[in-house]
Structures are given as C-alpha cells and as structure tokens.
C-alpha cells in the first residue's frame, strides 16, 4: 500500500513505523504536521491509501478524515483519552499500560479502535518507556491496525461515548487533563525519595520538572535515587561526572540535566548537563565518584558501569539522550582500558536498555563560547576510543545495541567484532542531516561490513533502518527479538556461549592477522586524518550548514517544510 505518515515531528516512533511498514513492502512517505494547509497539499500531492500519525499533537483537519482512513496511534490502552496518558501511568504507578490504534473522528482520541496491545511499565523514566516497551506495542498495533484495514473487511470497534461506560471495544472511557507542572512539583520539605525519582522520571525527556535552584528557575531532567549521601532537604550535596545530588527528607537524587526557565521573549533553552548549566552559580561541592564495579544492591547513579561473569566483561554505558561529550567519551576510554586489562575473552559494550549511542554531544558544543573547537576536540574524543576499540586484538569485542543508535554512535558499534542488536532498536548510520561528513573510522569499519555500494547508499539516503533490515545489509550480526528489559539477560547468555565456543581463540589469532594485513595496505591513521581533514574544514567554516542545522536541532526549531527525502517514499524495494 501507499501509506502517508503524518507526524509532529520525526522522532524515534515515527522513524521505527516508517522503517517496519518499509520493510514489508510499503511505500511510506511521511509529512511533518506544519499546518492544515501544508497536510492538504501533501494529501492531495501523495493521494495515499492509508493515513497514520504516530506521534501527533494537533488534530488532522475533518475534510481531509472525513475523505481517508486516518489512524491515531495513541500511547494508552483502549478507552484512554487525553494528551498526557504515559505521564499519568508513571503518576499512577501503573504497572502495565498499551498502545491504541484509533480511527481520527471528530472527538479527539473518541474514533473507532483498529487495534490495542498492552505493554508493561517498569520503574523507568518516561522517554526510555516510549522509545521501548511502548514502541513495540506501537509497532504491533500498527501492523495488526494496516493489516486489518488492508483486508477490506475489517469493521473497528466503536468506543463508548459516556466517560466510564464500556464500548464495543470493551473498555471503560477515561479521558485524562493535560499533566500540569502543578502535579509534578516536588516539595523537598516532605517528598521521599521515591516519590521525587517518580515524579523525575515522569518528565525526563519532555517537559522537565520546573523547580527553583540557586534561586532561579530551572527544569530538572532525570532522576535517580541515592542510598549514602545525606543532607539538608533541597541543598546540592554533591557532582559526579557532570550530575548534581540533591537531598531529599530520607536520602539524595542524582539529577543529570538542567535547562533553564525560557525568559519572556528569550530564545530556546536547551538541556544540558547540570553542572555545566548551573556553571559559576554553582557552589564548591565534592566530585564524588563511584567504582566502575559497584556492590550488588547499591542504589545510586553513574553513566559507566562495569561486571565480570566469568570469561565475559560487560561495560555498560547510558548517557542521556545518547549524546556523549568530549568528557564522557574520555571517561568511557578510561572505562575500557580498565576492562582490557582484565583477564577476559570477550567484551560486550552496551548491553543496557535504551539508546546506544548518538554520537558527539550537540548540546554541550552548541552552549560552548567557541563550538567549533568543542566539536573539534569532541570528535576526536570518539575517534580515540573507536580507535581503542579497533586496535583491541587480544579478546572478542561485541557491541550489544539495545536502543537506538545514530551517527556517529552507529559507527561505535561498527568498531567491534560482533554487533548484536535488539529487534526494536532503530539505526541511522549516517551524518549527512547534520551537514557532517562524518568519523569514527566509518570509511573503514562500513564499507568492510557492508560494501562500498551500500555504504554510499545508506550514507547518502539517510534514512532509518530496523534491526532486521540491518541484518541484512551486514551491519548487525545478530538480532535478539525479546523484550527491552530481558536484552541483557539475553545478551550475557550469548556472550557466555561465545566466550566458551572452541572456535573463539582461533578467531581472535585471525583478528589479529586481519588487523595486521588491513595496516600493511592502508593505516589506521589514514583514514581518520582523511575523515578529520573534512570535519575541520567543516567546524571551522562559520558559513559551513553544520552550525545552523546544529542550533535548530539543539533548540528544537520548527522546520519550514517536511525534508524532501521524508516526502520521497521508500519501500523495502525502493
């Protein structure tokens, strides 16, 4: 079928629908929700079989679902309703929660019911919660919904009209307010730990909790629970690797990103790292730092952990939003050292659920007084541990992508021996959007994966591609179909069988051979000074786009028109 996908913006859900109805033969063109008008002209332009929105924000005008089938993709279970639905389930506690698909209508989230799947809540933050348990739930929905309209004879499920009152579809109606930043305050003088951590987790991503710090007004984002430090109920006790602790009336939170309060007029605020966005504001407090190998049962924070089981080392990283600074890339090299010098025969990076990586921080050079010189010392910084990870020939390297991986963190994985990837993870592997040429070795580690055809092909189409489709290609090796919170059982399980397997010391002697023929032919060093000489020429050129696509990114600029690769269409065939 032809399939119009009509979404606020391109985001993680929107990319992994496109992706999964592209892979089974669908020609999917998508248009950024920019104004009736806009979605009009693209209606008449595409003339599509089928409408989705997978994550929309405005109301698709009546004349254009009065004339297509248009389906919602709600982030609740049948019968919910409202704008704020996974906010109210961590509010509530819930400990299962689903994904509608509904038929747009005249009431909003009040259409027929293609299809509903349920999905469970673990205590997670709130964007994590989306772009997994509820993506796969979204995506199964949408299939069954696609598959159920494509035979022609499906007839949805009618929702009550009266709040309470059960319709066909067998569900109570429940419409839900908008979650207001009155609910999601935190009072320090009482709140418990735990009770702050939910309310954090409820507004990780979007929109923050609003909260006065330093007597100014700040958005806290993200939120993890201490058991040692203690204090004086709101004070900052201490930083840990960019975070600030703060005390509540039983223990400490870990917060690891601020944005400020937006000023009347002021240009967009953006998040980042709260030490770094509190800058001189902040008062003198201690660095306290934790083990790369912490105790069983120990509650606290850090972005970089690491255990043995074994003969397998495991080095998990999760830097919010994926995004990893010159200091957070130095601080994982460090990591991974450490990990070299134990006496292990394989090494999995990754492993933990949600994102992978992203590649170089934008955020953090956009805020930085000379961007150009932050994002070229950021590069490097990747390029320093990719390289680490290239010129590692003494043990199996496997990265375990159990998120979404992009840019230059698509390229990280590539540097290990095995990429192994769960099946909900969406990768990007190229840099082009961001007017980038791009590093990390990728002239090197792609085209051996893939070839140099596909290599050219996906760089240049940037577009999203499944784990499956992956597969396919020879970026990843193994695709591991469970649920988000089983992929590192899933993954140490693998590994064991790896590190055990007769062949796996013959194959780290041909590793090593490999690694000695390919520098013979061509250095290392050489590709990364090619890739390099192209990225300076970018950072330092103040006309270069990167600086301008940057911002917008950064600060969330609403684009003039749907990308024309967006509107082009694609198919597994295409």
């Known amino acids: 079928m032809d399939i119009l996908l009509v979404a606020s913006a391109f985001n993680s859900l929107t990319q992994r629908v496109f992706a999964e109805l592209g892979d089974r033969g669908h020609t999917v063109r998508v248009e950024l929700a920019l104004g009736n008008e806009h979605l009009r002209e693209a209606v008449r332009r595409s003339a599509p079989d089928l409408i989705i929105a997978p994550m929309l924000r405005t109301a698709i005008p009546t004349d254009i679902w009065s004339a297509y089938v248009c389906l919602i993709v709600h982030p609740g279970p049948a019968g919910d309703r409202g704008p704020s639905s996974l906010d109210w389930a961590i509010h509530t506690g819930a400990a299962d929660w689903g994904v509608t698909v509904l038929q747009a209508a005249a009431e909003m989230d009040g259409g027929d019911v293609w299809a509903s799947v349920r999905c469970p809540v673990p205590p997670i933050g709130k964007s994590d919660l989306y772009r997994n348990e509820v993506s796969d739930a979204a995506v199964e929905a949408v299939l069954l919904a696609v598959e159920r309209f494509a035979s022609g004879t499906y007839v949805p499920s009618p929702q009550s009209a009266a709040p309470g009152d059960t319709g066909v579809c067998s569900a109570p109606v429940r419409v839900?307010?908008?979650?207001?930043?009155?609910?999601?305050?935190?009072?320090?003088?009482?709140?418990?730990?735990?009770?702050?951590?939910?309310?954090?987790?409820?507004?990780?991503?979007?929109?923050?909790?609003?909260?006065?710090?330093?007597?100014?007004?700040?958005?806290?984002?993200?939120?993890?629970?201490?058991?040692?430090?203690?204090?004086?109920?709101?004070?900052?006790?201490?930083?840990?690797?960019?975070?600030?602790?703060?005390?509540?009336?039983?223990?400490?939170?870990?917060?690891?990103?601020?944005?400020?309060?937006?000023?009347?007029?002021?240009?967009?605020?953006?998040?980042?790292?709260?030490?770094?966005?509190?800058?001189?504001?902040?008062?003198?407090?201690?660095?306290?730092?934790?083990?790369?190998?912490?105790?069983?049962?120990?509650?606290?924070?850090?972005?970089?952990?690491?255990?043995?089981?074994?003969?397998?080392?495991?080095?998990?990283?999760?830097?919010?939003?994926?995004?990893?600074?010159?200091?957070?890339?130095?601080?994982?090299?460090?990591?991974?050292?450490?990990?070299?010098?134990?006496?292990?025969?394989?090494?999995?990076?990754?492993?933990?659920?949600?994102?992978?990586?992203?590649?170089?921080?934008?955020?953090?050079?956009?805020?930085?007084?000379?961007?150009?010189?932050?994002?070229?010392?950021?590069?490097?910084?990747?390029?320093?541990?990719?390289?680490?990870?290239?010129?590692?020939?003494?043990?199996?390297?496997?990265?375990?992508?159990?998120?979404?991986?992009?840019?230059?963190?698509?390229?990280l994985a590539l540097a290990a021996d095995q990429v192994w990837s769960r099946a909900g993870a969406v990768l990007n592997p190229h840099y082009r959007l961001m007017g980038l040429y791009g590093s990390e070795y990728w002239t090197y580690t792609l085209p051996r994966r893939v070839g140099p055809d596909e290599a050219e092909r996906l760089t240049r189409r940037a577009l999203p591609m499944t784990a499956a489709r992956a597969r396919e290609t020879g970026l990843v090796d193994v695709v591991i179909d469970v649920a988000p919170q089983d992929f590192g059982s899933a993954v140490a399980h693998r590994a064991a069988g790896l590190a055990s397997a007769p062949a796996t010391q013959r194959r780290v002697s041909e590793k090593k051979a490999a690694r000695e023929r390919d520098e013979a032919v061509a250095p290392l060093s050489s590709y990364r000074e090619a890739e390099l000489a192209r990225m300076r020429d970018t950072f330092f050129d103040p006309a270069a786009s990167y600086h301008a696509l940057r911002a917008a990114f950064v600060r969330k600029t609403k684009p003039s028109a749907t990308p024309e690769h967006l509107r082009a269409g694609v198919s597994r065939l295409g």
């Open 176 to 411: 839900r307010p908008y979650f207001e930043q009155s609910r999601r305050r935190v009072d320090w003088a009482s709140d418990p730990t735990d009770t702050v951590v939910r309310k954090l987790r409820g507004a990780d991503s979007q929109p923050g909790v609003l909260d006065v710090l330093l007597e100014e007004e700040w958005y806290l984002h993200g939120g993890h629970a201490d058991d040692t430090l203690r204090g004086r109920p709101g004070e900052l006790l201490a930083t840990r690797s960019g975070a600030v602790c703060r005390a509540t009336v039983d223990g400490a939170v870990w917060i690891p990103e601020l944005r400020a309060r937006r000023a009347a007029g002021g240009p967009a605020t953006f998040k980042l790292p709260a030490a770094l966005a509190l800058g001189d504001r902040m008062p003198v407090l201690p660095e306290v730092g934790v083990p790369w190998e912490l105790p069983a049962g120990r509650r606290t924070w850090s972005e970089i952990r690491y255990r043995e089981e074994g003969p397998v080392g495991f080095l998990s990283f999760a830097f919010a939003g994926g995004a990893m600074s010159t200091g957070q890339c130095g601080r994982l090299l460090t990591a991974y050292e450490f990990a070299c010098s134990r006496p292990t025969t394989v090494l999995v990076l990754g492993g933990s659920r949600d994102f992978f990586s992203n590649g170089i921080h934008l955020n953090v050079i956009e805020a930085s007084a000379d961007p150009a010189r932050e994002s070229w010392e950021n590069i490097n910084a990747m390029d320093d541990l990719v390289e680490a990870m290239l010129t590692t020939t003494d043990r199996m390297l496997v990265s375990a992508v159990g998120g979404n991986a992009a840019a230059g963190g698509a390229m």
